[in-house]
């Protein structure tokens, strides 16, 4: 498991009975997480005096319960600053365990010894985009959602990134990707976090597991002739991190050769020592 152990921020202070308690900056949640199926004696006050709860409705959905909580703050992870905003489907605006990946690229990035142009496709927030461009790597971030691209230009603006080179693109990432082909451009790193569940502007239905070897296969077509990583993310139940591997395998390892790990993505629990589990993530690199 790769494990998200180098916060100060956030931390990961209890977790069981289906939910778990966090410290975001100064602020404590409680948020549901399927994956917390054991019992805790939660013995941490702050589980009692958290600033907010997330409770699930019976109907799906749910709501915040909040005690007091600023609509937004900010957390930094090393050199990087993030907005927090608790927000519907109770999400913040980040999913700390992808560190781990964050790290990854800007090693990789840093460590190339040339300009490295990357693509981050359901980019979200933008924690990769700003890990990348911070690295020194000039980005194309893709979401379809308007405002998540906002705030994602936020994050880059918090971590001194106003001017990087970053390119904003609000639009359908399958659609974006085979423009990018038919335009000729390439990218040497393509990170990808697609959704389990989704639908098109057009109506068209995204399920994981129908479309992500489709859309691996057609996003391979944009990279460069030195690639230097591809990472795909999952946060879609019942699917395996080496499932990750073995399409990286099929469909850039096989052209590029280079190597393929595959693992969890989890964070350290504080009050066992213990991790969470918090989806897959599949890397392909060239050395």
């Known amino acids: 498991m790769w494990i998200a152990e180098q916060w100060q921020d956030y931390e990961l202070l209890d977790c069981g009975g289906g939910e778990k308690l ?10 549901p997480d399927p994956q917390a199926i054991w019992d805790s004696p939660r013995k941490n006050p702050a589980w009692k005096r958290a600033n907010a709860r997330y409770l699930r409705s019976q109907s799906g959905g749910g709501h915040w319960e909040k005690k007091t909580l600023p609509e937004s703050w900010k957390i930094r992870y090393r050199d990087l600053t993030f907005q ?25 990035i840093r460590n190339a010894g040339r300009p490295i142009r990357v693509l981050n496709l359901f980019a979200y927030t933008g924690g990769a985009t700003v890990a990348c461009a911070k690295a020194g790597a000039s980005v194309c971030h893709v979401d379809a959602a308007k405002g998540m691209v906002a705030w994602a230009r936020e994050n880059a603006r918090l971590s001194g990134l106003e001017d990087a ?14 423009r990018e082909i038919r335009r000729g451009k390439t990218y040497d790193a393509i990170i990808m976090d697609p959704p389990s569940y989704g639908r098109g502007p057009g109506g068209e ?69 213990l991790a969470l589990p918090c989806g897959a993530t599949g890397r392909w690199c060239s050395e």
């Open 84 to 108: 927090v905003k608790p927000m519907n489907f109770k999400h913040t605006g980040l999913f700390p365990e992808q560190a781990v990946n964050w790290d990854f690229a800007m090693e990789k």
């Open 165 to 178: 080179p970053i390119r904003w693109i609000v639009d359908d990432c399958g659609k974006f990707v085979e």
């Open 205 to 273: 239905v995204w399920k994981l597991e129908d479309n992500l070897y489709d859309f691996v296969k057609l996003c391979a077509g944009v990279l460069s002739e030195r690639p230097l990583f591809v990472l795909i993310n999952s946060y879609t139940t019942g699917l395996a991190p080496s499932v990750l591997g073995y399409l990286l395998h099929l469909l850039v390892g096989a052209k590029y050769g280079g190597k393929c790990t595959w693992d969890e993505l989890g964070l350290p629990v504080t009050e066992t020592g």
């Open 22 to 31: 966090e410290r975001w900056g100064e602020q404590y949640l409680v948020r």
